[in-house]
């Protein structure tokens, strides 16, 4: 008798009707040393999940998870790529219908000079694929930056409306798509390079709580 060895990586699929007698299949494999059963590929997963956790520990399962935040470390001279990091992670929300952006800080009175070419930069491709964006910032704003901001997306983006609210009800950072994609970002736009913060994608009922609070406090109004 040749026999094959089976690795743990490998499966045996048996291929054939839909419908058949589980008991008759059993008869037939026993002798070979083989259990049948019916599972679905979930508990299959959940199955292989579970003897990884016990052979290798739950820090080994860690290790395989696609970590979805990001580092935003410190350093001037990274500032530029931090910027290009956060572009592509707001591009995945994909906006279609409007964008909300909390940020008490968003459109701060003390900025470098190059501060309003890389916020142009960054809500430029937002402002050309929805028809609204609402800023909610703190009440202590530079109004001439916002003046500015708005007339540099209105040439670019004309179809786009830039609509700004303040209120001291908020200290953390959320760039949210749709009312239903978000992202939350550690430290304001013009804070990004000088300390370490944490850019990741908002869980969907974290979502729902900030815009919630939102409309109950009359800060998604287009008036």
Known sequence: ?????????????????????????????????????????FAAVE?????LVIKKGVSYVWRLVHLQEAVLPPGPAQRSG??????????KLVPIHEFVIVDPYLLPKTKMASYLTELVSLLSPIACAVPKIF???????????LQNLQASLT???PNCRLIHKVSNRYHDRFWIADLER???????????????????????????????DLKDNGLLSDK
């Open 47 to 51: 199955y292989e999940l579970k003897q």
């Open 155 to 157: 040439k670019s983006c």
């Open 1 to 41: 008798m040749n026999l094959v060895p089976l690795r743990d990586d490998e499966l045996i699929i048996l291929r054939g009707p839909k419908t058949f007698d589980p008991q008759e299949l059993t008869r037939v494999i026993e002798p070979l040393g083989f259990t049948a059963y019916i599972s679905t590929r």
């Open 82 to 91: 931090l910027l290009k990091m956060l572009d592509g992670m707001l591009a």
């Open 182 to 212: 978000g992202l939350f970002v550690g430290t304001s736009l013009n804070g990004i390079g000088c300390h370490y913060a944490m850019a990741d994608y908002m869980d969907v009922n974290d979502v729902k709580m900030v815009i919630t």
């Open 135 to 145: 800023l909610v910032t703190s009440r202590h704003y530079d109004g001439q930056l």
